[in-house]
């Protein structure tokens, strides 16, 4: 467990990381949260991250698939934050010992500033979706996002819009490039930029 996290926690240390300047938006954190599955010995294997599908209730995004996290509270850290939304939303309260790194923040066209924070939690039993904001939860091991995307065009946008394959369907963006940053930088050690990336016109919204 240890020599996984050290792997993980240099790739990202070594990762020049990009920030944006967009006050215009609403400064937001996501999290993948790395748990231990107890199979294999590569990390593709032996390392999953909780994925949520939010529930119909919710106001904004309502049934999309995402990674936990929310808006950036005033005075609040990015990571402070990135740990709030993670125990608000599965029940998993971490310390920043478990900060491992951030990737590229990634604007959105619905209004938000997403900085992706990676945590590590190992081994975990047991999460408790809040039934507020999670309609659906899954473990998914790093082997199912170790997949080439597909790039699309679309006639709102010259910018191409990445579709991760997951599940027999796609992840878009903004939840699909996160993800595919994170398996191009942890899994294969490339410096992959995704801000440029484009989301679905649903979720503009």
Known sequence: MDELRRTVADALAGFDRRTVDRPDLAVAAVTI???????????????????????????????????????????????????RELSEELGLDLGEDAVLGLLDDYPTRSGYL?????????????????????????????????????????????????????FDRYLHAPTGAVLYQFRELVLHRRPTRVAHLEQPVFAWR
Not at 131 to 156: H, M, W
């Open 33 to 83: 949260t790395l748990l231990t599955t107890g199979e294999g010995t590569g990390i593709a294997e032996a390392l999953a991250f909780p994925l949520t599908r939010r529930a119909a209730r919710m106001r904004r995004h309502s049934g999309q698939w995402a990674l936990p996290g929310g808006r950036v509270d005033p005075e609040e850290t990015i990571t402070a934050a990135a740990r």
């Open 114 to 166: 997403i900085t992706p924070v990676v945590l590590w939690a190992g081994q975990v039993d047991e999460l408790r979706p809040n039934p507020d904001e999670v309609e659906s939860l899954y473990r998914i091991p790093l082997r199912q996002i170790d997949v080439e995307p597909r790039f699309r065009t679309i006639p709102e946008s010259d910018a191409p819009v990445i579709q991760v394959p997951l």
